[in-house]
Protein backbone atom coordinates (compact mmCIF):
# COMPACT_ATOMS: atom_id res chain seq x y z
CA UNK A 1 0.00 0.00 0.00
CA UNK A 2 1.51 2.97 -0.92
CA UNK A 3 -1.26 5.72 -1.05
CA UNK A 4 -0.21 9.21 0.50
CA UNK A 5 -3.14 11.07 2.46
CA UNK A 6 -3.73 14.34 2.02
CA UNK A 7 -2.70 17.16 4.72
CA UNK A 8 -4.60 17.38 7.70
CA UNK A 9 -6.33 20.46 8.67
CA UNK A 10 -3.17 21.71 10.96
CA UNK A 11 -1.63 21.63 8.13
CA UNK A 12 0.25 18.14 8.74
CA UNK A 13 1.03 16.17 5.98
CA UNK A 14 -0.22 12.42 7.37
CA UNK A 15 2.10 9.70 6.85
CA UNK A 16 1.78 6.88 4.01
CA UNK A 17 -1.50 4.70 4.70
CA UNK A 18 0.37 2.06 7.03
CA UNK A 19 0.26 -1.80 5.94
CA UNK A 20 -1.48 -4.07 8.41
CA UNK A 21 -1.94 -7.83 9.10
CA UNK A 22 -3.98 -10.09 11.13
CA UNK A 23 -3.81 -12.38 14.21
CA UNK A 24 -6.74 -15.01 14.55
CA UNK A 25 -6.98 -18.29 16.84
CA UNK A 26 -8.53 -21.43 15.28
CA UNK A 27 -12.03 -21.79 16.59
CA UNK A 28 -12.93 -24.65 18.93
CA UNK A 29 -16.96 -24.97 17.87
CA UNK A 30 -19.22 -24.30 15.21
CA UNK A 31 -20.35 -21.03 16.93
CA UNK A 32 -16.58 -19.67 17.22
CA UNK A 33 -16.15 -20.65 13.53
CA UNK A 34 -19.11 -18.91 12.28
CA UNK A 35 -17.97 -15.76 14.53
CA UNK A 36 -14.54 -16.11 13.12
CA UNK A 37 -15.63 -16.02 9.39
CA UNK A 38 -17.76 -13.13 10.04
CA UNK A 39 -14.48 -11.42 11.38
CA UNK A 40 -12.67 -12.60 8.20
CA UNK A 41 -14.93 -11.50 6.14
CA UNK A 42 -15.27 -7.78 7.94
CA UNK A 43 -11.50 -7.62 7.97
CA UNK A 44 -10.58 -8.77 4.53
CA UNK A 45 -12.18 -6.03 2.33
CA UNK A 46 -9.09 -4.01 4.25
CA UNK A 47 -6.13 -6.01 2.04
CA UNK A 48 -3.92 -7.48 4.89
CA UNK A 49 -0.48 -8.14 3.75
CA UNK A 50 -1.23 -11.33 5.33
CA UNK A 51 -3.81 -13.36 8.08
CA UNK A 52 -1.93 -15.30 10.44
CA UNK A 53 -3.47 -18.20 12.36
CA UNK A 54 -2.06 -19.54 15.82
CA UNK A 55 -1.13 -22.67 16.80
CA UNK A 56 -1.66 -24.94 20.06
CA UNK A 57 1.97 -25.58 22.01
CA UNK A 58 2.42 -29.25 21.65
CA UNK A 59 0.18 -29.29 18.57
CA UNK A 60 -3.14 -29.18 20.15
CA UNK A 61 -4.65 -27.44 17.62
CA UNK A 62 -2.80 -28.89 14.58
CA UNK A 63 -6.00 -29.95 13.11
CA UNK A 64 -7.90 -26.61 13.35
CA UNK A 65 -5.02 -24.67 12.21
CA UNK A 66 -4.68 -25.85 9.64
CA UNK A 67 -7.95 -26.57 8.47
CA UNK A 68 -8.63 -22.38 9.25
CA UNK A 69 -5.55 -22.18 6.99
CA UNK A 70 -6.98 -24.06 3.96
CA UNK A 71 -9.90 -22.80 4.09
CA UNK A 72 -8.63 -19.10 4.01
CA UNK A 73 -6.77 -20.28 0.76
CA UNK A 74 -9.50 -21.90 -0.93
CA UNK A 75 -12.22 -19.01 -0.03
CA UNK A 76 -10.66 -15.80 -0.17
CA UNK A 77 -8.09 -14.26 -1.50
CA UNK A 78 -6.32 -13.41 1.42
CA UNK A 79 -2.13 -14.80 2.17
CA UNK A 80 -2.45 -17.44 5.28
CA UNK A 81 0.61 -17.42 7.66
CA UNK A 82 0.55 -20.84 9.89
CA UNK A 83 2.07 -20.81 13.56
CA UNK A 84 4.20 -23.53 14.19
CA UNK A 85 5.71 -24.69 17.19
CA UNK A 86 8.55 -26.91 18.07
CA UNK A 87 8.07 -27.41 21.89
CA UNK A 88 6.93 -31.18 23.01
CA UNK A 89 6.84 -32.96 19.89
CA UNK A 90 9.92 -34.51 17.75
CA UNK A 91 11.24 -33.20 14.31
CA UNK A 92 9.79 -35.71 12.13
CA UNK A 93 6.24 -34.48 13.00
CA UNK A 94 6.91 -30.64 13.26
CA UNK A 95 8.45 -31.36 9.59
CA UNK A 96 5.08 -33.19 8.75
CA UNK A 97 2.88 -30.36 9.71
CA UNK A 98 5.29 -27.57 7.32
CA UNK A 99 5.27 -30.07 4.52
CA UNK A 100 1.97 -30.56 4.48
CA UNK A 101 1.34 -26.67 4.57
CA UNK A 102 3.85 -26.49 2.08
CA UNK A 103 1.92 -28.77 -0.53
CA UNK A 104 -2.00 -27.19 0.10
CA UNK A 105 0.12 -23.65 -1.16
CA UNK A 106 0.88 -21.89 2.50
CA UNK A 107 4.25 -19.82 2.09
CA UNK A 108 4.42 -18.39 5.47
CA UNK A 109 5.30 -19.30 8.57
CA UNK A 110 5.38 -17.98 11.84
CA UNK A 111 8.08 -20.43 13.63
CA UNK A 112 7.99 -20.80 17.69
CA UNK A 113 9.74 -22.45 20.02
CA UNK A 114 6.16 -22.32 21.97
CA UNK A 115 5.47 -22.70 25.57
CA UNK A 116 6.23 -26.10 28.20
CA UNK A 117 3.28 -28.09 28.87
CA UNK A 118 3.34 -26.75 32.59
CA UNK A 119 2.88 -23.18 30.79
CA UNK A 120 5.92 -19.81 30.29
CA UNK A 121 7.98 -19.62 33.40
CA UNK A 122 8.01 -23.56 33.95
CA UNK A 123 11.53 -24.63 32.48
CA UNK A 124 11.60 -25.52 28.77
CA UNK A 125 12.90 -29.03 28.16
CA UNK A 126 13.48 -29.47 24.33
CA UNK A 127 11.98 -32.59 23.18
CA UNK A 128 14.62 -35.65 23.03
CA UNK A 129 13.70 -36.16 19.10
CA UNK A 130 12.92 -31.94 19.11
CA UNK A 131 14.37 -29.34 17.83
CA UNK A 132 16.52 -27.42 20.15
CA UNK A 133 15.46 -23.80 19.93
CA UNK A 134 13.23 -21.76 17.13
CA UNK A 135 16.10 -20.86 15.63
CA UNK A 136 16.76 -24.48 14.92
CA UNK A 137 13.23 -24.62 13.56
CA UNK A 138 13.65 -21.84 11.49
CA UNK A 139 16.46 -23.02 9.92
CA UNK A 140 14.86 -26.47 9.07
CA UNK A 141 11.84 -24.75 7.85
CA UNK A 142 14.29 -22.67 5.47
CA UNK A 143 16.66 -25.86 4.29
CA UNK A 144 13.32 -27.92 3.69
CA UNK A 145 11.70 -25.07 1.56
CA UNK A 146 13.35 -22.51 0.24
CA UNK A 147 10.31 -20.45 -0.97
CA UNK A 148 8.85 -20.06 2.56
CA UNK A 149 8.43 -17.09 4.07
CA UNK A 150 9.51 -17.13 7.79
CA UNK A 151 8.81 -14.52 10.49
CA UNK A 152 9.23 -15.46 14.19
CA UNK A 153 8.53 -13.48 17.74
CA UNK A 154 10.40 -10.52 19.17
CA UNK A 155 9.98 -9.24 22.90
CA UNK A 156 10.08 -5.13 23.76
CA UNK A 157 10.12 -6.04 27.09
CA UNK A 158 12.56 -9.63 26.76
CA UNK A 159 10.74 -12.85 27.09
CA UNK A 160 10.01 -13.61 30.90
CA UNK A 161 12.56 -16.66 30.69
CA UNK A 162 15.84 -14.72 29.27
CA UNK A 163 18.47 -13.76 31.29
CA UNK A 164 18.70 -10.46 30.16
CA UNK A 165 18.40 -8.28 27.35
CA UNK A 166 21.24 -9.02 25.27
CA UNK A 167 20.77 -12.99 25.84
CA UNK A 168 16.81 -12.06 24.16
CA UNK A 169 18.55 -10.37 21.53
CA UNK A 170 21.12 -12.93 20.68
CA UNK A 171 18.05 -15.78 20.37
CA UNK A 172 16.23 -12.99 18.08
CA UNK A 173 19.92 -12.90 15.91
CA UNK A 174 19.97 -16.55 15.65
CA UNK A 175 16.40 -16.70 14.34
CA UNK A 176 17.20 -13.71 12.07
CA UNK A 177 20.82 -15.83 10.76
CA UNK A 178 18.59 -19.13 10.09
CA UNK A 179 16.64 -17.24 7.31
CA UNK A 180 13.36 -15.05 9.67
CA UNK A 181 12.65 -12.09 6.97
CA UNK A 182 10.45 -10.73 10.03
CA UNK A 183 9.69 -10.12 13.88
CA UNK A 184 6.24 -9.39 15.32
CA UNK A 185 6.34 -8.23 18.89
CA UNK A 186 4.58 -9.37 21.85
CA UNK A 187 2.21 -6.56 22.69
CA UNK A 188 2.97 -3.64 24.44
CA UNK A 189 0.77 -0.51 25.89
CA UNK A 190 3.99 2.03 26.32
CA UNK A 191 5.21 3.00 22.86
CA UNK A 192 8.79 3.89 24.52
CA UNK A 193 9.47 0.09 25.43
CA UNK A 194 9.32 -0.52 21.17
CA UNK A 195 11.31 2.40 20.31
CA UNK A 196 14.02 1.69 23.23
CA UNK A 197 14.04 -2.13 21.90
CA UNK A 198 14.26 -1.43 18.00
CA UNK A 199 17.29 0.50 19.23
CA UNK A 200 18.84 -2.04 20.88
CA UNK A 201 18.12 -4.51 17.89
CA UNK A 202 19.53 -2.43 15.34
CA UNK A 203 22.54 -1.68 17.51
CA UNK A 204 23.18 -5.54 17.23
CA UNK A 205 23.16 -5.20 13.36
CA UNK A 206 19.40 -7.02 12.63
CA UNK A 207 17.73 -5.03 9.77
CA UNK A 208 14.48 -7.22 9.39
CA UNK A 209 11.47 -5.37 9.86
CA UNK A 210 9.90 -5.48 13.62
CA UNK A 211 6.48 -5.16 13.38
CA UNK A 212 4.87 -4.19 16.37
CA UNK A 213 2.11 -6.47 17.99
CA UNK A 214 -1.38 -4.27 18.75
CA UNK A 215 -3.65 -5.86 21.34
CA UNK A 216 -6.48 -3.57 21.61
CA UNK A 217 -7.93 -4.63 24.51
CA UNK A 218 -11.40 -5.80 24.58
CA UNK A 219 -11.42 -7.06 28.44
CA UNK A 220 -9.33 -5.33 30.37
CA UNK A 221 -9.14 -8.81 32.66
CA UNK A 222 -8.28 -10.75 30.32
CA UNK A 223 -5.67 -8.51 28.82
CA UNK A 224 -4.45 -8.12 32.09
CA UNK A 225 -3.84 -12.12 32.39
CA UNK A 226 -2.17 -11.91 29.00
CA UNK A 227 0.02 -9.76 30.07
CA UNK A 228 0.93 -11.55 33.53
CA UNK A 229 1.49 -15.11 31.21
CA UNK A 230 3.66 -13.04 28.59
CA UNK A 231 5.62 -11.02 30.75
CA UNK A 232 4.06 -7.58 29.66
CA UNK A 233 3.63 -4.76 31.57
CA UNK A 234 0.08 -3.48 32.14
CA UNK A 235 0.39 0.37 32.53
CA UNK A 236 -1.34 1.92 35.55
CA UNK A 237 -3.10 4.76 33.45
CA UNK A 238 -4.43 1.76 31.28
CA UNK A 239 -6.01 0.29 34.46
CA UNK A 240 -7.66 3.59 35.29
CA UNK A 241 -8.90 4.16 31.99
CA UNK A 242 -10.93 0.90 32.50
CA UNK A 243 -12.07 1.42 36.07
CA UNK A 244 -15.15 1.06 37.36
CA UNK A 245 -16.50 -0.79 33.37
CA UNK A 246 -16.50 -3.95 34.23
CA UNK A 247 -20.50 -3.94 33.76
CA UNK A 248 -20.21 -1.40 30.82
CA UNK A 249 -19.14 -3.49 27.75
CA UNK A 250 -20.18 -0.31 25.36
CA UNK A 251 -17.91 2.07 27.31
CA UNK A 252 -15.04 -0.10 27.76
CA UNK A 253 -15.30 -0.71 23.51
CA UNK A 254 -15.51 3.06 22.92
CA UNK A 255 -12.28 3.57 25.65
CA UNK A 256 -10.59 0.06 24.09
CA UNK A 257 -10.71 2.12 20.93
CA UNK A 258 -9.28 5.24 21.63
CA UNK A 259 -6.52 3.41 23.50
CA UNK A 260 -5.39 1.94 20.92
CA UNK A 261 -6.48 4.51 18.08
CA UNK A 262 -4.08 6.88 20.23
CA UNK A 263 -1.01 4.13 20.53
CA UNK A 264 -0.99 3.39 16.88
CA UNK A 265 -1.44 6.83 15.31
CA UNK A 266 2.07 7.51 17.60
CA UNK A 267 3.47 5.00 16.57
CA UNK A 268 2.55 5.96 13.20
CA UNK A 269 3.96 9.52 13.26
CA UNK A 270 7.29 8.29 14.24
CA UNK A 271 7.87 6.37 11.11
CA UNK A 272 5.86 3.09 12.17
CA UNK A 273 4.54 1.79 8.92
CA UNK A 274 3.27 -1.79 9.38
CA UNK A 275 1.41 -3.34 12.26
CA UNK A 276 0.47 -6.82 13.39
CA UNK A 277 -3.18 -6.65 14.98
CA UNK A 278 -4.13 -9.53 17.93
CA UNK A 279 -7.74 -9.40 16.66
CA UNK A 280 -8.71 -11.89 19.64
CA UNK A 281 -11.53 -12.71 16.24
CA UNK A 282 -13.69 -9.63 16.72
CA UNK A 283 -13.25 -7.41 14.07
CA UNK A 284 -15.10 -3.85 15.15
CA UNK A 285 -12.32 -2.29 17.05
CA UNK A 286 -9.54 -3.47 14.63
CA UNK A 287 -11.66 -2.24 12.05
CA UNK A 288 -12.25 1.25 13.58
CA UNK A 289 -8.65 1.33 14.01
CA UNK A 290 -7.71 0.60 11.02
CA UNK A 291 -9.94 2.99 9.40
CA UNK A 292 -8.11 5.68 11.77
CA UNK A 293 -4.75 5.00 9.94
CA UNK A 294 -6.40 5.73 6.73
CA UNK A 295 -7.21 2.11 5.70
CA UNK A 296 -10.35 1.73 3.39
CA UNK A 297 -12.13 -1.52 2.22
CA UNK A 298 -10.91 -2.80 -1.16
CA UNK A 299 -12.26 -6.18 -2.61
CA UNK A 300 -10.24 -9.32 -0.89
CA UNK A 301 -12.52 -11.77 -1.77
CA UNK A 302 -11.71 -14.30 -4.95
CA UNK A 303 -14.23 -13.84 -8.22
CA UNK A 304 -16.96 -16.47 -7.82
P1 LIG B 1 12.21 -17.89 21.41
O1 LIG B 1 12.24 -16.73 20.49
O2 LIG B 1 12.83 -19.13 20.98
O3 LIG B 1 12.75 -17.49 22.78
C1 LIG B 1 12.28 -16.31 23.45
C2 LIG B 1 13.32 -15.91 24.49
O4 LIG B 1 13.34 -16.83 25.54
C3 LIG B 1 14.70 -15.89 23.88
O5 LIG B 1 15.01 -14.60 23.55
C4 LIG B 1 15.60 -16.50 24.91
O6 LIG B 1 16.36 -15.50 25.53
C5 LIG B 1 14.68 -17.15 25.90
N1 LIG B 1 14.79 -18.58 25.86
C6 LIG B 1 14.28 -19.41 24.94
N2 LIG B 1 14.58 -20.68 25.23
C7 LIG B 1 15.27 -20.63 26.36
C8 LIG B 1 15.85 -21.62 27.18
N3 LIG B 1 15.76 -22.92 26.86
N4 LIG B 1 16.51 -21.21 28.30
C9 LIG B 1 16.61 -19.90 28.60
N5 LIG B 1 16.07 -18.92 27.87
C10 LIG B 1 15.43 -19.28 26.78
N6 LIG B 1 2.59 -19.55 21.35
C11 LIG B 1 1.88 -20.61 20.92
O7 LIG B 1 1.78 -21.62 21.62
N7 LIG B 1 1.24 -20.60 19.70
C12 LIG B 1 1.31 -19.54 18.86
O8 LIG B 1 0.74 -19.56 17.77
C13 LIG B 1 2.07 -18.39 19.29
N8 LIG B 1 2.20 -17.28 18.51
C14 LIG B 1 2.97 -16.25 18.94
C15 LIG B 1 3.12 -15.14 18.09
C16 LIG B 1 3.89 -14.05 18.49
C17 LIG B 1 4.05 -12.88 17.54
C18 LIG B 1 4.50 -14.04 19.78
C19 LIG B 1 5.30 -12.85 20.24
C20 LIG B 1 4.37 -15.14 20.63
C21 LIG B 1 3.61 -16.25 20.22
N9 LIG B 1 3.45 -17.37 21.03
C22 LIG B 1 2.71 -18.44 20.58
C23 LIG B 1 4.04 -17.40 22.38
C24 LIG B 1 5.41 -18.11 22.40
O9 LIG B 1 5.27 -19.46 22.01
C25 LIG B 1 5.96 -18.05 23.81
O10 LIG B 1 6.25 -16.72 24.17
C26 LIG B 1 7.14 -18.96 24.12
O11 LIG B 1 7.42 -18.90 25.52
C27 LIG B 1 8.43 -18.59 23.41
O12 LIG B 1 8.43 -18.98 22.10
P2 LIG B 1 9.32 -18.11 21.07
O13 LIG B 1 9.42 -18.76 19.78
O14 LIG B 1 8.83 -16.73 21.11
O15 LIG B 1 10.70 -18.22 21.83
Redesign the pocket.
Known sequence: MTEVASPSPDGHRAPKTPAISFEFFPPKTEEMERNLWDTINRLAPLAPNFVSV????GGSTRERTHSTIARILTETSLTPAA?L?CVDAPRADVDDVVARYHEVGVRHI??????PAGG?GSA?TPHAQGYR???DLVASIKQAHSDIEVT????PE??P???SFD??I???KA?VDAGAGRA???FFFDNDLYFRYLDRVRARGIEIPIVP?ILPVQNFKQAANFAKR?GASMPDWLAQKFEGLDDDAETRKLVAAAVAAGQVQKLAKHGVDTF?FYTMNRADLVFAISHLLGIRPKSAQKAA
Open positions: TYGAHTVALRGDIYSSAVSAYRHESAADDMLKITQGAH
